[in-house]
């Protein structure tokens, strides 16, 4: 089956730094890729739609200078969380979907990266 | 905006049958997913409804009902590994995003 990789798994930084988290299509190509964040307990909430070679969309409350999603080919997508807060403290899943021409359905998740921010 | 609508928890005994409702309101509705998710993890995909009626595979059953905006996960014959969250998402709009309800908190006892 289709496999989509996160990088990294788990990340631990100070608050004010920033993080970068990828999310790897390994055997597909992936038009669409979205984000993801959960708190503890919590089900997951989208955060934005990542479309390749075009501006993500963003949900709202999100805000879109704090979280930067760079969706720079058909199998990489990246969300770059800017000077990160405790409360970003999260567990952040991506998913992909692959091109147009399969079941419109499918969508492939990623295996999370755990973000601490001290 | 959407509405997606879950137990919180639920509680059931091995080798016993449970049913987890979802309502849902949306614009735009595509499809109805449900998946599985232990702490810790991912989701994993367990099935997909876009036409009314009831989706079998083996033992989770998923039904669908768009003019309700109601769906259910069956799992029959559960074993003490079901114990997760189950989650149900709707996809929708043009970009076919998916937005997950709160999740359902599933426990087995002996």
């Known amino acids: 089956g289709a496999v989509v990789s996160q990088h990294p798994s788990r990340v631990i930084c100070k608050s004010g730094t920033s993080v970068k988290i990828e999310c790897r299509s390994l055997d597909f190509q992936a038009t669409t890729m979205f984000w993801y964040r959960q708190f503890p307990k919590q089900s997951l909430m989208l955060m934005a739609t990542s479309n390749e070679g075009s501006k993500a969309t963003y949900e709202q409350g999100v805000e879109k200078d704090k979280f930067l999603i760079n969706h720079a080919s058909l199998t990489l997508s990246t969300l770059t969380v800017t000077s990160a807060h405790p409360e970003d403290s999260s567990f952040y899943i991506c998913s992909a979907r692959p091109q147009p021409g399969t079941e419109i359905h499918e969508q492939y998740f990623g295996p999370g990266t755990r973000l601490t921010v001290t | 905006g959407q509405n997606i609508d879950q137990p919180t928890e639920m509680t059931a005994t091995e080798g016993a049958i449970v049913q987890i409702n979802c309502t849902y309101q949306?614009?735009?509705?595509?499809?109805l997913f449900w998946y599985q998710q232990h702490a810790g993890e991912a989701p994993t995909f367990l099935s997909y409804?876009?036409?009314?009626g009831l989706e079998e595979k083996g033992r989770f059953s998923s039904f669908l009902s768009r003019s309700k905006g109601y769906s259910y996960l069956l799992l029959k014959e559960l074993q003490m590994k079901d114990s997760a969250s189950y989650l149900c998402a709707v996809q929708s709009g043009g970009y076919q995003k998916v937005t997950f309800g709160t999740g359902t908190k599933l426990q087995v006892i002996p």
């Open positions: 949306t614009s735009g509705f595509n499809g």
């Open positions: 409804n876009v036409l009314d």
